[in-house]
């Protein structure tokens, strides 16, 4: 895939707003040490954190997804290697991992980065495909966007992992609307782990003890 292009210097069209409809769940899974609705402040370093982290801390940011399939792809697919043609995923992995199911309380307003969407804000779709490697140019993405969309709470694209399914992040500065259905559940908990096992399995991934 080609090197992920800067962002240009204005908005090149009319960005798009999606609307995500109060009482939608969302599937988030995250590392223990936060709370369910708890937004992650770390200001990443290039080889570590997610795509559309903040660059210098003027926000943190919570990362979930449309169904629990994509979450777990998008958790823990990166953290796969490749033996005998198969991938496999450390157990070690799941450790410290929990799963938080999430409710919109409010409409949310997303900035669409699939489709036609991509087109408008000038970036193709290496924005939302690129590996991890091309993360550091992808927040700086996020930056100039929010600073483009003011209306924007966060942004909406579909799961490189598993195009079915639809990833978001969230803004803490301004999404306040999201809150947790029940409690947090421990992905290396006997009840859990076999259906994130299941889960990986749909996607040709073993876990390896």
């Known amino acids: 895939m080609a090197p992920l292009i800067l962002p240009p210097s204005d908005l090149p069209g009319r960005a798009r707003l999606e609307i995500v409809r109060p009482g939608t769940l969302l599937q988030r899974i995250h590392l223990a040490r936060f709370g369910s609705t708890e937004f992650n402040p770390t200001v ?50 799941l450790q410290g991992r929990v799963l938080s199911i999430l409710r919109t309380t409010e409409e949310v307003a997303l900035l669409s980065l699939h489709g036609s969407g991509l087109a408008m804000v000038g970036a193709d779709q290496n924005l939302t495909m ?14 100039e966007l929010r600073e483009w969309v003011h209306d924007a709470q966060g942004f909406v694209w579909r799961s490189r992992r598993d195009n079915d399914h639809f990833c978001y992040v969230f803004f803490s500065d301004r999404c306040h609307s999201l809150e947790a259905v029940g409690d947090p559940v421990d992905l290396d908990d006997p009840t859990w782990t076999p259906v994130v096992l299941s889960i990986l399995r749909s996607y040709n991934v073993s876990v390896d003890a």
């Open 44 to 93: 990443p370093s290039a080889v570590s954190g997610g795509r559309f982290d903040t660059t210098d801390g003027r926000y943190a940011y919570l990362y979930a997804a449309s169904h629990l399939e994509a979450a777990v792809a998008e958790a823990f697919l990166p953290a796969t290697s490749m033996a005998l043609g198969k991938a496999l995923l450390p157990k070690r992995a």
């Open 130 to 143: 690129c590996d991890a490697d091309g993360y550091p140019v992808s927040r700086l993405w996020a930056g």
